[in-house]
């Protein structure tokens, strides 16, 4: 069983969890949240047996192998490079961090420390992706691309 703490008390990381525990093989171990109150909740709801409010803590905690962050995209570099050097695994919603040299600094660390970073996106592990690249020689040369921003909301099935 591999013990888990997340970082963010918001939807998406009650889906990473509810979506961790139906694998059978991950136990939430603890919460942060710089409420300790929203802390709480959020471990109340899943059975987490350790609450932080204190990212230094957590990072030195033996009770967590690997930690999900899914804080605002401004904190993940900092958090991140916190976990990797306190050989905790990293699991880093997207975007991961600002920039390559960031990114790089962050996979050193992770290295360094023997264990591993990742960023929460799935897109080249989808059937659909690995069918284009199979069929994308077959596009022959190409001139231009057109690459829209589009972003899905929670709230667009509410209408």
Known sequence: MVNFGTVGTGWITSSFIEAAQLSGEFQLAGVYSRSEENAAMLADTYNASETFSDLEVMAK?????VVYIA???SFHYEQAILFLKNKKHVICEKPIF????????????AEENGVCLFEAIRNIHTPNFKILKEKLSMAGEIRSAILPYIKYSSRYDLY
């Open 98 to 109: 600002s920039n390559t040299r960031e990114l790089e600094e962050a996979f050193k660390a």
């Open 71 to 73: 804080s605002p995209n």
């Open 61 to 65: 905690s033996d009770k967590i192998d």
